[in-house]
Nanobody, 124 residues
Framework: QVQLVESGGGLVQAGGSLRLSCAASGLTFSRYAMGWFRQAPGKEREFVVA????????YYADSVKGRFTISRDNAKNTVYLQMNSLKPEDTAVYFC?????????????????WGQGTQVTVSS
């Protein structure tokens, strides 16, 4: 019943921008903290950023701080990830996740629901 669907991925050159969206259904969206994770080929899934249920608090990985911005629109049941100044190192599959238990965790094991991911490729 719960579904998270990511969109907005694609191929861009280094220094470019992308805006990812994650549309949620089957849950009370405003009661969930939301997070973005990414996984590059041959690497483990890593934390990117999380946002609290109210949108008041955000937590960024050091690798994306100052370049990425997370936001949410509870009326639209959607969370966004604005990615600027993209680097080849940002190339990965980006996953949206929902966390009911915690405010906004950096640990992927704390999240209850996951989307299928969207590919982001940054060329040099």
């Amino acid at each position: 019943q719960v579904q998270l669907v990511e969109s907005g991925g694609g191929l861009v050159q280094a220094g470019g921008s992308l805006r990812l969206s994650c549309a949620a259904s089957g849950l009370t969206f405003s009661r969930y903290a939301m997070g973005w994770f990414r996984q590059a080929p041959g690497k483990e899934r890593e934390f990117v950023v999380a946002i609290s249920w109210s949108g008041t608090f955000t937590y960024y990985a050091d690798s994306v701080k100052g370049r990425f911005t997370i936001s949410r629109d509870n009326a639209k049941n959607t969370v966004y990830l604005q990615m600027n100044s993209l680097k080849p190192e940002d190339t990965a599959v980006y996953f949206c996740a929902a966390d009911r238990t915690y405010s906004s965790s950096r640990d992927s094991r704390d999240y209850d629901y996951w989307g299928q991911g969207t590919q982001v490729t940054v060329s040099s």
